[in-house]
């Protein structure tokens, strides 16, 4: 099979206290590698991306030591690829937001981000081109322009392979000096049902709505709309692990009706433990990948299979480390 994965790839610059600052590819980066990994040599990972003219050569002598990689679908654009800067901290970070009972709950976050300015968003007709080639789709949205709402609607109307979109960063907003906070959406619904399946964090879900909704809420709305295609919801939680939402058809004497089911796993603990980032994206893309062989008819095994893949993430600091060992 053929599978796609559209955003946009990055340089971080990450820095811990006590630490020499160090620079490593980010962004979609994670999310290509890590299907180019799980997919072997049985299958074929297209980057579909904008990518900065100041680092083409570089990222693109990266991915060329990945033998199933394609260079079909990466467009050199003027510009630079976006730099960001991630600051992992020590200190509690509190962060409140309801819960699902509606009680609230503490969160704590470990880092602190700011970035330049993104690259351009990619055009339909550019990502439509490359649709003959590919049985499935992997959208994250790294930036969160990395593509318009009105092409994602029409990657759906039009694209007939499977669609896995990582919502991530629609909900972030950068500011003059740089810094990125997130915030509530107008048009999350829409975004949210242009896929077959759909992944947020949780403090994603928390803010997407401006109605703050709750996470069974947001997938009610999501899961039962008419006329769209969105079956399953992914919720990621750090170390707390990850959460499956479907929606069931139960019935109740005479009476039929919708519910949402819901299958919660644990982190998986590394005993090699280095660096969290970049968990999300292989978890999408062992989500993402499973689905598309199954075409979606064993969610709850996909999600145990891209759970593990984001376990063994942990335990590499950055993309290259992560190609160079895999996850054997």
Request: proline share 3%; glycine share 10%; charged share 25%.
């Amino acid at each position: 099979m053929n599978f796609g994965v559209i955003g946009e790839p990055c340089i971080d610059y990450i820095h811990r206290d006590g630490e020499k600052m160090q620079e490593k590819l980010g962004g979609i980066l994670y999310a290509v590698t890590g299907l180019s990994l799980i997919a072997g040599d049985e299958h074929t990972v297209y980057p579909v991306m904008n990518l900065g003219s100041d680092r083409y050569d570089y990222i693109t002598s990266f991915l060329s030591g990945l033998k199933n990689i394609r260079f079909d679908f990466i467009k050199k654009v003027p510009g630079k690829v976006r730099v960001v800067q991630l600051f992992y901290k020590n200190r509690e970070e509190n962060f409140i937001c309801p819960g699902d009972s509606g009680h609230k709950s503490k969160k704590t976050y470990d880092r602190e981000e700011s970035s330049t300015e993104p690259i351009e968003p990619i055009e339909y007709d550019f990502i439509s081109s490359a649709f003959d080639n590919l049985d499935g789709l992997l959208i994250n949205m790294v930036s969160g322009i990395d593509i318009t709402l009105d092409t994602l609607l029409k990657i759906k109307n039009n694209f007939r392979g499977y669609i896995h979109l990582d919502a991530h960063n629609i909900v972030m907003k950068t500011g003059i000096d740089g810094k990125r906070s997130q915030g509530a959406i107008d048009d999350w619904f829409e975004w949210l049902t242009c896929c077959d399946t759909l992944q947020v964090n949780e403090t994603e879900a928390s803010v997407i709505s401006p109605e703050k909704l709750r996470e069974y809420d947001i997938a009610y709305k999501v899961l039962s709309a008419e006329g769209t295609g969105t079956k399953a919801m992914v919720i990621t939680r750090g170390h707390e692990g990850v959460s499956l939402l479907t929606k069931k058809v139960k019935t109740n004497g005479n009476q039929t009706y919708f519910d949402i089911d819901r299958l919660d796993e644990p982190a998986i603990e590394n005993n090699h433990f280095k660096d969290s980032t970049g968990c999300g994206d292989i978890l999408g893309a062992g989500f993402f990948y499973r689905n598309a062989l199954t075409s979606g008819k064993e969610y709850p095994a996909a999600l145990i299979f891209s759970n593990k893949l984001a376990g063994k993430k942990t335990q590499f600091t950055g993309v290259e480390e992560m190609a160079e060992k895999g996850f054997d």
